[in-house]
């Protein structure tokens, strides 16, 4: 059974830093994308990392978001710093079953995805 659990949200200053974790399993490939919703707003991807571990950041983060996989855990890590109110949303990962070499934060190869995280970032 693939399951996908997001941690590491809550609530934030302004300026602060955050690292989710999504931990996966019940798959042989995993490719990991990150995606956010905000409130009335569609939702938009920011990262991924794939199974060989290429990496793409969104533009709207580029410089303040970092991923990366623990291999040894089993989760890709999404570190966020300098953070901002418009980083408010709840923030999900998703899991591409098929091995690719590379990724985008596209939501059509995305097959699972977790139920998310709320990240906060208000004074």
């Known amino acids: 059974q693939v399951q996908l659990v997001e941690s590491g949200g809550g609530l934030v200053q302004p300026g602060g830093s955050l690292r989710l974790s999504c931990a996966a399993s019940?798959?042989?490939?995993?490719?990991i994308g990150w995606f956010r919703q905000a409130p009335g707003k569609e939702r938009e991807g920011i990262s991924c990392?794939?199974?060989?571990?290429?990496?793409f950041v969104a533009d709207s983060v580029k410089g303040r978001v970092t991923i990366s996989r623990d291999h040894a855990k089993n989760m890709v890590l999404l570190q966020m710093n300098a953070l901002k109110p418009e980083d408010t949303a709840i923030y999900y990962c998703?899991?591409?079953?098929?091995?690719?070499?590379?990724?985008?934060?596209?939501?059509?190869?995305?097959?699972?995805w977790g139920q998310g995280t709320q990240v906060t970032v208000s004074s």
């Open positions: 019940g798959l042989e490939f995993t490719t």
């Open positions: 998703a899991a591409d079953s098929q091995f690719s070499d590379f990724c985008a934060v596209i939501e059509d190869p995305y097959a699972y």
């Open positions: 990392i794939s199974d060989t571990d290429n990496t």
